[in-house]
């Protein structure tokens, strides 16, 4: 992750990477797998990208981008990556000039999301982008635009939406297996540790960087979820912040509890937290019986019913199969079923729900 | 239960009987069994209280008050209740004559359960309210005073504090056997069927007789679940009420989501509905795991979970257990766990949910 200094210094390097003409990357859709380079080597890209790039059928890890010398040669014992595929905040840009990249995975705090991925854009890559997509709906949709303009793919890091039983959840949503859909208990939360938190998670409780920060991170699933079971957008929300930590959330969000409307006549209520662990769920109520996952949006071990049986399906690499799907869309120019516009639709219905938690009333909801 | 031109009648009757002085029933401590006379033989009565009188052990079903004389008939034929410890709704003050009743069951609609309390307070008889304990909080105030001067127990029938499986989740909230609390999710509805609905339902759904709908019917078991796992009162409400069928809800809420903060610093988050079946759940996270009901609140079938494995616990006749406890703690001299004390508080929380409604922001609650 870069530090503070090169934060700074980026901006004026992203004022000269948007005078760049754009050019799409033409050999990927030639090459089997396509090369991702991950930006921010935190604890996401150490954890759970690397790894998952070592199982993917049309991905493959070959580039770095990382402001630390010291995970940078790391890295490159680690994964074999060479010195030519391995930048920093500050040339990043030359990245343009490398065909062995098709993708860049941008990783980094939130507030970094829209000025990394319109330099992809600009340096003619694709881009896959973490959830929250950005801070804004605003900087949302520059991002979708500046991609647009370059001509190139942009996901977001959706990865339950490749996930088998929120799959599964979905399809008996939009077949209507149990009737028509009627309401929506959905929740994702966990206790953010106590100081010293460490520098890898410490920019998740400034708001200059994280731009929110519980339901940023993960109360944002759980309003993916009510997304895609409906398969609608809400109409309106009603939101509320309870802070029981005043000074450790003293910039962010603690804890949000807010309801949804949709059009259909589904409601929903949802809640996410950084206050305590333990939530992390999608429960969907129909006209003839229930069904859903608990827990619903975690990594791996993911469990799911519907009605009286347990849905019985594997457990995968989400990540893997995230960036698999984003490479086939490449491949075929497709669009992604996560794209730009999903993840814009999120930041307004987010925008909405903050909006709610100021002014303590219910709120319409934007859309795109 | 009493037909329109009844409900107007005992007005009058009302401000008669309380001129009447006050005397408690002086020999009820001395029985075995308290004679129990319920008022009001609609579904409540006929499918779970007399029965639930044939199992109880310190109380049984001696008087009926009813304005149909057929029904009259036949639950005399059916529970070997005689004319004498039959009543109306005109005639029913007389009851305080009557030394084979001590209790008066009041299973009327919502709207006459402060009238009906108020009279059966007059005439020296130990009360036991079915819930919602009134319309008002005012009107709560009023019975607790009434039955207070005539020196007679009031209790609410709230069962669900006698069902083992909620008492055994009270006692592992209460003794912090996953830490303390941190979130609640709760809720309690059903469909109400279309019409026809019968005149056994129908009052339901006006505001007249009903006062409300989905929230004083069955979203106060969500409320109380609330109150008796943190065993605390919440300290305000923010809640919306959705409406599908703007037809048959015209005078009532249809959907209510609420959430709750309490001074310990749980919040909970609610539902409660007249449109839709199978939410019927109370949740608890805990700093070290989760515990909870579901079926939560049913007459039977209850099933609970604490951590991973189930608590289990033999399901019982609730409302037995309720009864056999006003017994006991009439004869005693006690004070029951479910007195109109508790049943006003309920009332407070749900009127300001109804203020939530109305003002769309969030609401303070009034403490008794």
């Not at 790039?53 to 994964?79: F, M, R």
């Amino acid at each position: 992750m870069p530090n503070r200094r090169e934060f700074m210094a980026t901006s004026a390097v992203l004022a000269a990477a948007s005078q760049l003409a754009p050019h799409a990357c033409a050999g990927a859709a030639k090459k089997k797998k396509l090369g991702y380079a991950l930006v921010g080597l935190g604890r996401l890209s150490t954890n759970q990208l690397a790894p998952a790039l070592q199982k993917t059928s049309d991905s493959e890890l070959v580039g770095i981008v990382t402001g630390s010398p010291d995970k940078a040669e790391q890295w490159q014992a680690k994964y074999g990556i060479s010195k030519d595929n391995t930048y920093n905040y500050r040339n990043f840009d030359q990245i343009a000039d490398n065909p062995d990249i098709d993708v860049i995975y941008v990783v980094l705090p939130n507030s970094m999301h829209q000025e990394f991925t319109i330099r992809a854009a600009n340096a003619g890559k694709h881009v896959l982008c973490e959830k929250p997509m950005a801070i804004t709906s605003q900087e949302a949709r520059t991002m979708i635009e500046a991609c647009d303009n370059a001509k190139v793919k942009l996901a977001i890091g959706y990865r339950c939406q490749f996930e088998p039983h929120n799959l599964e959840c979905m399809r008996i949503a939009r077949e209507e297996e149990f009737g028509p859909l009627k309401y929506i208990d959905a929740g994702f939360g966990f206790r953010f540790g106590d100081y010293p938190w460490g520098d890898l998670r410490r920019w998740r409780l400034e708001q200059e960087y994280a731009g929110g920060a519980a339901l940023m991170d993960v109360g944002v699933y759980a309003l993916q979820a009510c997304r895609y079971l409906t398969g609608q957008e809400p109409l309106s929300v009603m939101a509320r912040e309870i802070k029981n930590d005043p000074v450790k959330f003293a910039e962010v969000d603690e804890t949000i509890l807010w309801s949804m409307d949709f059009p259909n006549g589904v409601v929903a209520n949802c809640s996410t937290t950084y206050g305590f662990s333990g939530v992390n769920v999608a429960t969907a109520y129909a006209e003839r019986g229930k069904f859903g996952l608990s827990p619903a949006f975690s990594y791996g071990g993911i469990k799911a019913f519907a009605g009286d049986r347990p849905i019985e399906l594997p457990n995968v690499d989400q990540f893997a199969l995230e960036m698999d799907d984003f490479s086939k869309v490449i491949k075929t120019d497709g669009k992604s079923k996560v794209s730009g516009e999903e993840g814009l639709r999120d930041m307004l219905v987010m925008e909405a729900i903050y909006k709610s938690v100021r002014d303590g009333s219910q709120v319409d909801v934007a859309h795109a």
